[in-house]
């Protein structure tokens, strides 16, 4: 009886010591996902050239477009996407536009793109090819994060925060 008493306890001691390793862990993501999230921008913008004569989007409309169900303003106007290249600004521009994480964007335009009905947002190398882009393509609209989009050439469409 006693040595049952004995594996009993060490046992014990085993599940204590996996359920303490548990939380140690969980512990150690939690503060890795609080310190990637103080990362990203705080808000985001979209914008569009100031010479390019847009002066506001509302969000369904920016929402449809950056899911391909339009390729135009509610006036008829064609409008480019560009996004930025793969990484937490898009990750959190989707987020907050679409309420569609990373892997279900990737998806659904796996899907768009497989089936034909659309192509993805011209994918700019970083916030300067951004503003080039936006400079020499008429009608072309992108997202940047909030400081990067309040540049004189640019007007500030719509904030994502």
């Known amino acids: 009886s006693r040595s ?14 996996a359920l303490l390793a548990l939380a140690t862990l969980a512990l150690a993501c ?12 705080e808000a985001l913008a979209i ?3 100031r010479e390019g004569g847009l002066t506001e989007l ?3 409309t920016a929402e449809q477009l950056y899911l391909a169900l339009r390729t135009t303003l509610p006036n008829g106007r064609t ?3 560009v996004d930025l290249p793969a990484g937490p600004a898009r990750d959190q521009f989707y987020l907050r536009l679409t309420r569609k994480n990373p892997s279900q964007i990737r998806a659904y335009w796996s899907r768009l793109v497989f089936t034909g009905r659309a192509q993805p947002p011209r994918e700019a190398a970083d916030a300067d090819e951004v ?16 400081d ?3 540049d004189p050439e640019l007007v500030i469409l719509l904030e994502l925060d």
């Open 4 to 17: 049952m008493w004995s594996s009993e306890l060490a046992l014990r001691r085993q599940i204590l010591a």
């Open 79 to 81: 409008v480019t996407l």
């Open 131 to 146: 503003r080039r882009l936006l400079q020499s393509t008429p009608g072309a609209i992108a997202y940047l994060p909030l």
């Open 47 to 49: 914008v569009a050239a």
């Open 30 to 41: 939690a503060g890795d996902a609080r310190a990637q999230t103080s990362l990203l921008p």
């Open 58 to 60: 509302d969000r369904e």
């Open 148 to 150: 990067a989009a309040r």
